[in-house]
Each structure stands twice: as C-alpha cells, then as structure tokens.
C-alpha cells in the first residue's frame, strides 16, 4: 500500500524558514516522481516543486524560485522541502503527491496523496 506522510510544518515569522519532510512507503521509490502541492483557504491547490526521484531532476514554481529547495533521500525514502524566506502568501496546507508516470506542477498528474501538513506565515 502506498503512503506518504508529510510533517514539519508550524507557524513561521515572514523572512523565517521551515524545512517539509515526505516520508514515502508502499513502493520502490527510484521510479516516482515526487511533488509538493500547496492549498491556502478558498484557493485552488498549487503546485509548488517536484523531483524525480530516478535521475534527481527538479522543477519549482516561479513564486517559490530561488527560495525553495526540494531534495531526496532515496535511501531513507525521503523527500524535503526546505523553504527559506517565507512570506505570509506562502501560507496553506502542503501536501506530497507521488506518481509513477508522471511529471510536473499539475496535481491531476499525481495518483498518491499524503494528509498534508499546515505552513502559517504569520506575524
């Protein structure tokens, strides 16, 4: 059974940083690409970076260049955003999203979802 679980969000000052773990399970993770999506209230999900995890090659959202980092660890099974700078729009519920066949920032790519874990960015 596949599962991804996100953690290390929490309520972060504007210009502070979080660092985001996925922790993937249920499958051989070197074929997958692996996502992080963003949805703040009322907004439609975001997509924020990816990586496959097979040749390491990345993607970001130009909001989020130059800020963000997303990284692997395929021995652990492993996926982090490290996320520096924050801003008050940055806020919302960032999700990991795992698939196979896929690639990209379009969350209709991705067939496996974590719960997601909260980011406020707040004064």
């Known amino acids: 059974q596949v599962q991804l679980v996100e953690s290390g969000g929490g309520l972060v000052q504007p210009g502070g940083s979080l660092r985001l773990s996925c922790a993937a399970s249920?499958?051989?993770?070197?074929?997958?690409?692996i996502g992080w999506f963003r949805q703040a209230p009322g907004k439609e999900r975001e997509g924020v970076s990816c990586?496959?995890?097979?040749?390491?090659?990345?993607d970001y959202a130009d909001s989020v260049k130059g800020r963000f980092t997303i990284s692997r660890d395929n021995v652990k099974n492993m996926v982090y955003l490290e996320m520096n700078s924050l801003k008050p729009e940055d806020s919302g519920v960032y999700h990991c999203a795992g698939d196979r066949t896929g690639w990209g920032l379009d969350p209709d790519v991705y067939e496996y979802w974590g719960q997601g874990t909260q980011v406020s960015v707040s004064e």
């Open positions: 990586i496959s995890l097979s040749d390491g090659r990345t």
């Open positions: 249920g499958f051989f993770l070197d074929d997958y690409t």
